[in-house]
């Protein structure tokens, strides 16, 4: 069970008050394509992947990055059961999108430092250990039902 | 050996333009060592690093956040043959200092986080590509002398 200190609450849900689960939800997937292109094999449905500049144009992209920061949104939501709540995504990545776990940690990077050149002084190195240890809390959460 | 493509080249030296050795070396070093707590076991002799404020104010955290900036500002100097450049760096390391080289690409995460909240909505997907690529051939070349 994750213990959150209240700083750490307060950090998270600070910043997540002001993101744009849009456009910060893209710019994440777009990193994650861009900075890890072996990623790009989960998503052959998107079309074209090819380059930076295609990345950045493709609507798919744009329209699944804000579906996942929608769902990191609602793990702020229930932070003292993020596990609870990931369970039936974890058993969808696992058992149906076959996602080998370690690219969710490789996501929580890209978001942090979309968050990073965001928010720029406002990205504290107490807000940057928050959110660390919230995307560390998801990925074991995504991973917990893989068998 | 790497190879590094115009552009990388170009997004690397640009974004190392605008660094300043002390003041980010403060900083990456500061967030190292407090997102990822056992990296304080290395610095015994830097003094007091028992909380955030302690290492925000710790001198010797300051000069060697320059000095690790710096070793690397050099390796861009030698950007065909960083592994050649820091094989001395990495026997002393592993022989002398005995760190992971892990934690490597913790600082590494540190500093590209410094960059993208220095850089902003400049540290574009691409130039976060670069400069992470930089940052895991400096970790291999920190590395590849340990035995």
Redesign the interface.
Known sequence: MVLWKPTERQAVTSIWAKIDAEGHGQDTLERLLIVYPWTRRYFDTFGDMSSSEAIHQNPKVRAHGKKVLSAIGECINRMDDIKGYLAPLSILHSDTLHVDPENFHLLGNCLIIAIAASFGEAFTPDVEAAFHKLMAVISAGLSRQYH | MVNWKTNERQAVTSVWASIDAAGHGQ?TL??LL??YPWTRRYFGKFGDLST?NAIRQNPHVRTHGAKVLGAIAECLNHMDNIRGHLAQLSILHSDTLHVDPANFNLLG?CL??VL??????G?T??V??AC?KLMVEIADGLSRQYH
């Open positions: 900083e500061e967030r407090h997102v955030f995460k590209l986080i993208a909240k220095s850089v902003g909505a540290f997907p691409d976060h590509a992470h």
